[in-house]
């Protein structure tokens, strides 16, 4: 019996092509994983069918050896976060509100004390406690995404009823729009909860910040899966050179 | 940044939000007394004043508790079979209308989203002129299966497709682009007019009222014969839709945020298209279009508690009831003993309205 979240031989196709084909992937719980590689590798599409989010036109999708498309909305939002490229939020919430509808998978199974209480570590997680208050429309694009995360830790943020389950938390370019300050705290942050043992997977495109805090690297190549293990084996200046097609080996 | 150490943060978290949520509460209590104070006066004031008291006494006897002793029989007559029937469709109306508008524009993650300006309300007014007209001849079978429900039935139908078509037409690749969903609704105004002109043109008298009944909206000659089988659409629309207020939260974070927060997103999406055509399609069977209450609620009620629709659908529908019952005053008493179509004062509220939300956002546009 395995916890994993993997993909087998899954293939997506879109206008009779396959924008991920065959790939094959797993992620384990405890560790921090990334998926790496070239603009239009697959990666997004391959973190989409592990979110739930597209079921894949062949192949499958397994959470802890359980078809995806067996569980629940519902279930599956109660132990997987997912913080998605592009918010579309357009409607003046408060911050504190968008961290509160992280809870709602909970809705009538926790209590407002432990809400509350969840939804006050997620601020102080990614530093948002002044900004609590704050007109979400009125900040900026990397304090945007800053809440986001914080929805989604709130979203599946452990508590006294519920400690065992697995937690998975899935971001897709989760840096795109943060500083230097910010993009070294959360890969801490994301480190440090693969470390509790919740399994993390990111796509990311700095390959500086995999090398220092990754545990296991997924390389993508036109729709595939090309090589995964240890970040220090996979990304050699060789195997960057091929998969980025640059003119030379490329080290870190 | 994991390290949580104990904060010293300024507001403890159960605060935060704090006046929001009391001005929250503050509005759906204000807006429930507006409501019964519309209510009041629409069933006291008229050609015929009737007392409060009285009103009391008849509705004591109404259901069957007391005689009414001492009021005549012409008060009983009007407050039971005229003033009655009217205000409890402009409660349903207005609360119909209030809710549909603030689910519409949580649908279409746009707050120009109205009923009557994407031609929801249109094609429920063509499809019920219809069920009027052929009635009589090609679907005469169909209206006596349907009987008293014919007319809302028709009208949910017509404003569905509504839903679907300006659905369909608007959205490309899960964004909604406002000029299509907001000209597509020209276009269905424009072709329900011309299909309802042309219908109320075939109609005898005894059929159709006239043009400016469908076209403006009135709730003058209701009668209960006529308003409750629309009444129950209504509510059954009303219900629903509040039900859906956590799910409508988590739709405005986009359809793909919304399904890693476990909502069923088309089922939802369903159940608004379904619910919004089911209470706006009801409530132009039985009062003809009635333009802008779906848009200026909602955006009233954003004003003073903010967007969380467990504030937003409660008060719209609460604050839509009391703005259709005090409009309706208005129609009655403004121009007496003539009355003016609901829709023209609708509208005289809900024009100016529009053009200020037009000016604000191209202010706000600017600015970004």
Redesign the interface.
Known sequence: MTAAIELREASVIRARRPILNQASLVCQPGQFSVFCGPNGAGKTTAF?VL???IKPDAGGVFLGMEPMAAI???????R???V?QQ????????V???IA??R??H?GKTSLKTD??I???A?????L??L??RNYLTLSGGERQRV?IAR?LA?IWPHDQDKSTIRWLLLDEPTSALDLKYEI??M??LA??ARQGWGVVAVLHDLRLVLEYADHVILFKSGKTVDSGMPHDVLTPEAIQSTYDLDAPYAL | MAEHAVSTAAAPIAALGHGRRRRGHILLVVCAVLAGLGTLFGITVGPLGIAPSDVFAILLKSVGLGEAQGVSKVKIGVVENIRMPRVVLAICVGGALGASGATLQGFFRNTLADPGLVGISAGGALAAVAMIVLGTTTLFELRQLLGAFALPSAAFLGSLVAVALIYQLARIDRRVIVATMLLAGVAANALATAGIGYLTFLADDTQLRDLTFWTLGSLGGATWATALPACAFMIVSIIGLLSLQRAMNCLLLGEGDAFALGVNVEAVKLKAALLTALGVGAATAACGIVGFIGLVVPHLVRLIAGPDHRYVLPGSALLGAALVLGADLVARLSVAPAELPLGVVTAAIGAPFFFWLLVRDKSRTQAG
């Open positions: 989409s979110s739930g989010a629940g909305a519902d279930a599956l939002a109660r997987r976060a997912v998605a918010p579309v939020l357009t409607f003046p919430f408060l504190h509100e968008v509808m992280g709602t998978p809705e509350q209480d939804i006050e570590h601020l102080k997680a990614l530093e406690e002044h609590a208050d986001h989604a979203q705290a959360l801490r942050l440090d909860l």
